[in-house]
């Protein structure tokens, strides 16, 4: 893809599987709220949404018992520490290749900075990035296009040379509100219908494909 200097990852669903960490979490945190979970809800559909839209809507809670709930959450999953989340094959190559390649390499994902920061960490991703990009543990800053607007502004990117990878919906309509390219990674926790509606500028069905189409321009035209 000529042009693109920049690259945009999401977390969950795009770099680290934490499907188990993920719903784990959740299934404790209504427990401790004492909320009933909506019959047929299937918690992977919901990750990439925000937890306080995943609270509110999604288990019909109240204010005070989403922030309640969001509280569990977060405490539950600085226990787990990663456990039940795996980095998805490749990845590390993926990143390392294109670091080499003279890309620079940011994080864009609904989780806070801060705990964002802590995966990757934990994870040993951390060292391929220049910066973090996250949602504000408030309300503020929890969508995705305002985080992605947030990195392009924390860290001077121009968009027309930044390019967006994620795994749902949001991740591309994001990257089009902030005139971006993107790429859909269809192994994550969207489905091919979403993805595909979504218009990314590339679809692709393995991690190595992303190294095709950057470093391999013939490729992505």
Known sequence: MNGIRNVLFDLDGTLVDSSLTISTCIDYALDQVGTIPVSGVEVKALIGAPLLDIFLNTFQMTQPQADSAISHYREHYDRLEQAGSRVYDRVHDVLSRLGTAGYRLFIATV???????????????????????????????????????????????????????????????????????????????????????ARPNHLVRDCGEIVSLLLNPSVAK
């Open 111 to 197: 989780k806070p900075t801060s705990v964002a920061t802590k995966v990757l960490i934990d994870l040993n991703l951390r060292s391929y990035f220049e910066g973090v990009a996250g949602a504000s543990m408030g309300p503020d800053r929890r969508d995705k296009a305002t985080i992605i607007a947030h990195a392009l502004n924390k860290f001077d990117l121009d968009p027309a040379q930044s390019l967006m990878i994620g795994d749902r919906d949001q991740d591309i309509m994001g990257a089009r509100a902030n005139g971006m390219a993107s790429i859909a990674v269809t192994y994550g926790f969207g489905a091919w219908d979403e993805l595909n509606s």
